[in-house]
């Protein structure tokens, strides 16, 4: 799910990554068990009225503030409790508060990954675990991408690989995980656009991304309360000549620190967990030095025939 | 161990099966034409009537060596040796610019607008500061391609390439000095052979002709200019398309005549067209006299109007009083019942834009950083002209009509701009959110329906088959302004008509010019 926040959210121009709470993402060491479906809606609010134009931290008279409203689904399956999948759907709107720019709306992409455990062992007194998750996103509709920095997104396809790795003692964790995401061409509805140099197509060739995630804090069975630090980069691209408009292709750069709740209200079978956070961009590139909060609840369907007889480990939900 | 192994596989292949085969290498349109082989080589084209020359002859090209000279032949003996052992760069810059000299100066003037079409920032104080031509590097740099700049550029150079190449044609003919292939039949030739006379060479004249006029236009990017000419004169000895003296010739031609075309720029007042503060007032005071409401950017801070005096910018097509007589009668009042519904019917519009429309306005938007609409228009002939086969010289033609009418275009149409000084939709509505920028000049005509109009009417003289399509990608152009929610729909059909106006005086000159 917080490949949904990273779909929706790092991948919007000047929206800089908010990293959806400790509910079983793609980002996090939590894995559903066997048969066990988590799903739920998210709401986040993003908002920014300083960027980044290239390296120039400036704000923008005739855009204001600009906001970005999500509204997501969000789900995550356990094929088997060391192996995941997981979806999004974001519906994403934008708006300025100055300026006369109309702002967008509509449904993103959909966001898939497969999440995998192949490693789980007991070491120094905790619990060390490996994660590899694959997956991508596609874009479910024909949203505008050159509308920056009102678009609702890039409208480029995905695909991700991430190694992550878990270590947790007694209450106490700490995950970090690397991400490379190959990026799509894109089509833009202009015939020709110049970056540094002319372009006489409607194509774009967008820049790979790497992503790098730092998380810690307490993590129980009842309660999740981390720390976060989240880096985007995009791998090649432009600055913004000065002035000008953002366009997909730009080199948009991001580091985000934040903090994540989830609290289990219900601790049965079919739990319910509420999730709140928030982060803040600290430096970023060609982006928004954005605030992002959110939050959303998520409701366990336990698929098993029989009530589970084993338990699931702590960082098992 | 072993499961990292797997699990390492595993992403990898994920990752490789989800992008397999995607290539991400992009082609442009125009990356890989086919060389340009005229149908005919328009022999008699010195005849054709020039733009600003008194006469093909005008600047005297001295008479070429003999073939049979020993200089010649050291001249067949350079290409000789330069092709002995090409590289894969030669090969493509061959490539690239056998595809036209017209067409390939055409894409990099409409490079170097894209590039320059930026306002500036403002200062501390909120007011704006301007390009200064003397310090084209200082930011803001100069200059400011905008729509009226950019149509006097396309125009200009057009219209000194045309001239030129009627100069060349002429001594083409005159001297009927043979392409160096047809002199020795043992050079390998790159290009598409032709009964041309090869002195001076056309290419040559070409990227002299637009190298002596960027200068004045674009005074920043010299270096890449001159890389550029360079890079043209190298790949036409390298196909074998010209000895040294055939571009030399040609070069000097081009610069001659361009020179011609600079002093008529630096004389065309559209360097005052800025205005001055006095100026800005006095648009809005004279507009609150006349009992209207005067038009005031959107923009924050609130910037001068672009280019104010560009309506008094001279014309090539006609004089200035019939300049003055295609401006069009007012718009609506501001307070008529008329002018309400209009803004209205763009609010409306605007509410809850389909994707549809989102694509019209995006498609033909050529706003801030791109090559302008007069640019796209030229994207859009050239690529017609490309399936024409045309001669160079009909290129240059066919390229001047189009963007003198659509320099004139600007012209008339920025003159009726600040003559009514009519504000734009949101200024009457702020409710209405456009879906592209505001442009910072009042409303009435729309430029985009005039630049569109004007272009409609000469390329369907030029192209007849194909006049239906302008006509409608014209009024798509035109309604694209409506559905952005940046004019009424007076300013477009009104800006329609304006422009066709104008381009009829193209139309009127293609007739006469010689070339039909």
Redesign the interface.
Request: proline share 5%.
């Given at each position: 799910m917080n490949r949904k926040l990273k779909a929706i959210v790092i991948f919007i121009f000047f929206i800089t990554t908010a990293h959806i709470a400790a509910a079983q993402t793609d980002m996090d060491a939590i894995m559903m068990g066997k048969k066990r479906f988590c799903v739920g809606p998210m709401y986040s609010y993003t908002s920014w009225k300083n960027y980044w134009e290239g390296t120039l931290k400036r704000d923008n008279?005739?855009l204001g503030t600009v906001s970005t409203q999500m509204i997501g689904l969000m789900g995550n399956y356990g094929i088997t409790s060391k192996l995941n999948v997981l979806f999004s759907v974001p519906y994403v709107k934008t708006k300025a508060t100055?300026?006369?720019?109309?702002?967008m709306k509509g449904i993103q992409d959909l966001s898939l990954f497969?999440k995998?455990m192949?490693?789980e062992k007991e070491m120094l007194g905790g619990v060390f675990s490996?994660y590899?998750i694959?997956?991508?996103s596609f874009p479910l509709t024909?949203?505008?991408a050159?509308?920056q920095p009102l678009s609702i997104g890039l409208h480029s396809k995905t695909?991700?690989?991430?190694?992550m790795a878990d270590y947790q003692a007694g209450s106490f964790f700490v995950t970090a995980s690397a991400t490379?995401v190959?990026r799509?061409?894109v089509k833009?509805?202009?015939?020709?656009?110049?970056t540094t140099?002319?372009?006489?197509?409607n194509?774009?060739?967008?820049p790979d991304g790497a992503n790098y995630n730092f998380r810690t804090g307490y993590r129980s069975e009842k309660l999740i309360a981390e720390a976060v630090v989240n880096k985007w980069n995009t791998l090649g691209g432009f600055d913004i000549?000065?002035?000008?408009?953002p366009f997909p292709s730009n080199k948009m750069n991001a580091t985000t620190v934040g903090a994540n709740i989830k609290y289990v209200i219900l601790p049965v079978k079919n739990e319910v967990s509420l999730v709140a956070g928030g982060n803040t961009t600290v430096a970023g590139r060609n982006m928004g030095q954005s605030t992002t909060f959110y939050g959303s609840v998520f409701y366990v369907l336990d698929f098993n025939h029989k009530a589970k007889t084993s338990t699931q480990p702590a960082k098992t939900n | 161990m072993k499961?990292?192994f797997?699990?390492?596989g595993?992403?990898?292949v994920?990752?490789a099966v989800?992008?397999a085969g995607?290539n991400?290498?992009?082609?442009?349109?125009?990356?890989n034409l086919s060389a340009l082989a005229p149908a005919n080589t328009d022999l008699n084209a010195g005849i054709w009537k020039p733009v600003l020359l008194t006469g093909p002859s005008e600047f005297a090209v001295p008479a070429p060596i003999a073939t049979n000279t020993p200089e010649y032949i050291a001249q067949i003996n350079e290409i000789k040796s330069w092709q002995a052992d090409l590289t894969t760069d030669e090969k493509r810059i061959i490539k690239y610019w056998s595809a036209g000299a017209v067409l390939r100066w055409n894409?990099i003037l409409?490079?170097l607008v894209?590039?320059h079409n930026?306002?500036?920032?403002q200062n501390e104080d909120g007011t704006y500061p301007f390009p200064n031509a003397n310090n084209p590097l200082a930011?803001?740099q100069f200059p400011f391609s905008n729509p009226p700049y950019a149509a006097r550029a396309y125009a200009c150079v057009s219209a000194a390439q045309y001239d030129a190449l009627v100069a060349a044609w002429y001594y083409k003919k005159l001297y009927n000095r043979a392409a160096p292939y047809n002199v020795d039949a043992t050079i390998n030739v790159l290009i598409p052979k032709s009964d041309l006379p090869s002195y001076p060479s056309e290419d040559a004249v070409v990227a002299g002709t637009a190298a002596e006029l960027l200068k004045l236009l674009f005074p920043g990017d010299q270096e890449y200019i001159q890389q550029k000419v360079e890079e043209h004169k190298r790949a036409r000895i390298l196909s074998g398309a010209n000895v040294r003296s055939d571009i030399e010739a040609g070069e000097t031609l081009g610069k001659l005549v361009a020179q011609k075309f600079v002093t008529r720029a630096r004389g065309d007042r559209a360097g005052a067209a800025i205005g001055n503060q006095a100026g800005w007032t006095k648009l809005e005071t004279d507009c609150i006299a006349r009992g209207e409401t005067p038009w005031y950017s959107?923009?924050?801070?609130k910037r001068p109007p672009m280019l104010p005096v560009f309506g008094k910018v001279k014309s090539f097509l006609f004089d200035s009083l019939t300049a003055i007589s295609l401006r069009p009668g007012p718009p609506p009042l501001v307070n008529s019942k008329d002018m309400k519904d209009e803004t209205e019917e763009i609010f409306q519009m605007?509410k809850n834009?389909t994707?549809e429309r989102?694509?019209i306005v995006?498609?033909w938007?050529?706003g801030?950083?791109?090559?302008t609409p007069p640019g796209?228009w030229d994207?859009i002939a050239a690529e017609d002209f490309v399936t024409k086969n045309f001669s160079e010289v009909r290129w240059a033609r066919n390229m001047a009509l189009l963007n003198m009418a659509m320099g004139d275009a600007a012209i008339v149409c920025w003159d009726t701009k600040y003559f009514y000084f009519n504000p734009r939709p949101?200024q009457l509505n702020p409710n209405?959110?456009?879906?592209t920028?505001?442009p910072n000049f009042p409303s009435y005509i729309s430029g985009h329906s005039t630049f569109s109009g004007a272009a409609a009417a000469i390329l369907g003289h030029i192209i007849p088959e194909r006049a239906e399509q302008y006509n409608a990608m014209a009024n798509e152009a035109s309604m694209s302004r409506m559905y952005g929610?940046i004019h009424y729909k007076s300013d477009c059909t009104v800006g329609l008509v304006v422009g066709k106006n104008v381009g009829n005086y193209a139309v009127q000159r293609a007739i006469t010019d010689g070339a039909e």
């Open positions: 008279q005739n100055a300026g006369t720019l109309h702002g497969v995998w192949p490693i490996l590899g694959a997956g991508g024909n949203y505008v050159d509308f695909a991700s690989g991430r190694l490379y190959l799509d061409n833009i509805d202009r015939t020709s656009y110049y140099e002319m372009y006489y197509t194509e774009i060739k967008m000549t000065r002035n000008n408009m | 499961k990292f797997i699990f390492s595993f992403l990898i994920a990752a989800f992008f995607c991400k290498d992009i082609v442009g349109r125009t990356d894409e409409r490079e894209a590039k930026l306002p500036p920032y930011y803001p959107l923009e924050l801070p605007v834009p994707r989102t694509r995006h498609f938007a050529d801030a950083g791109t090559y796209h994207a949101t209405i959110k456009t879906i920028g505001i929610g």
